[in-house]
Structures are given as C-alpha cells and as structure tokens.
C-alpha cells in the first residue's frame, strides 16, 4: 500500500508514470480532472452564462412589451368606438362651418336676426378672414342699437343658428333713457378643407 513516504521518493519522469504508487496516480488524475473542469467552465460554460443573462434580459423587456401591447389590446375596441364617435362629432361640428358659397348667407342671417330681434344696426362690417389650422375666423365689427332685453333676445337667436357664430368684446353703454348702444365683434368659422382651403 503506498504512503505519503512513497510520495517523498517519487521519481517524478512523466515518462515514467506507469510506475508510481496509485496515490500518485490518483492525485493526478484528481487534479487533470480539475483542470478539465475547471477549463470547461472557463472557456465554455462562461459563454454560455452571459449569453444565458443576456438571453433572460431580452426575455423580461419582451415581456415588458408583451404585457403592455395586451393592456392596450384589452382596450382596443373602447378605443375604435371612441375614434369613430370622435370622427361623428368632428363631421357635425365641421357642417357648423359655412364653407365658401355660405358665408354670404350667413352674414344675412346675422344681420335678419339683430333686426327681428328690434335693434338698429349702425355699423356691420365684416373683416377679412384669418386663418387658423383648419379653419377660418370671420370676424364682423358691429355695432346697434335697441332696449336691453333686445339685445339678449339678440344673442340668444344667434346661438340658435345653425351655423357657428360667437360675440366676442361687448361693450354696453346708454345713449337714451330706455335705448343702449352695443358694440361687439361676432364671429364664424368655416372649415379649410385640405385642397386649398375652399
């Protein structure tokens, strides 16, 4: 049986290895097992770890993706139906607009309601139109006069024509016992569409 004496005596030629007690050998064996082993993980298993970690890095942010792409899935027809009743609204709202032949009788409508309404026009001057993103602005200066409740009756059978017309600066002031003078700026819009804004 060999000892850690045998070990001292050990004629260590490689060449020569056939001969040397099993300690020896095994020891050896032992530590080119290691170095196997060692080596795989080194130059193989390393590798495969960082890509294994890059791998999973991928795997998270894909699910990342994936549960965010599901919420927005999960609300996707809600988000149809809001377009398309989105789309309604903006083509009821855009046949509020005059376009280019209404303005004309627009501005009659305007002025047929500020004298049904009992008020005098003093001044109704319609100024050029501004541009906007997708509209126009139709300013008209005017200016009349009439009793208070006159002028209320006024507003309220502007914001029930059919097409879109503000006051904007009101100004109030008494010229008489029962008459009031009002200047203001009224207001309507007409669509651009995207052929050159007609």
């Known amino acids: 049986m060999s000892s850690l004496a045998d070990l001292k005596d050990l004629d260590l030629d490689i060449n020569n290895i056939g001969n040397w007690p099993a300690l020896a050998k095994a020891i050896v064996i032992a530590v080119a097992c290691v170095l196997v082993v060692v080596g795989v993980l080194y130059f193989d298993t390393n ?6 970690e890059k791998v999973q890095k991928e795997e998270d942010n894909l699910k990342i993706r ?37 303005v004309a009788e627009l501005l009659v409508d ?34 009349v006069t009439g009793r208070y409740h006159e002028f209320g009756t006024f507003a309220s059978g502007i914001a029930a024509l059919p097409r879109i ?34």
Do not use: C, W
């Open 165 to 198: 017309v503000t006051l904007h600066d009101i100004s109030l002031s008494r010229t008489g016992k029962d008459t009031m003078v009002m200047n203001a700026t009224a207001k309507t819009y007409r669509y651009l569409d995207s052929e050159g804004g007609q």
């Open 66 to 102: 994936l549960t965010q792409r599901a919420k927005k899935a999960a609300i996707l027809d809600q988000l149809v139906a809001q377009l398309e009743e989105m789309r309604t609204d903006f083509k009821k709202l855009s046949r509020q607009l005059p376009n280019q032949t209404e």
């Open 110 to 143: 305007i002025s047929q309601t500020g004298l049904a309404s009992g008020l005098e026009f003093e001044l109704f001057r319609p100024s050029p139109e501004i541009p906007q993103d997708f509209y126009a602005e139709l300013p008209i200066q005017i200016r």
């Open 47 to 52: 590798d495969q770890l960082d890509t294994l």
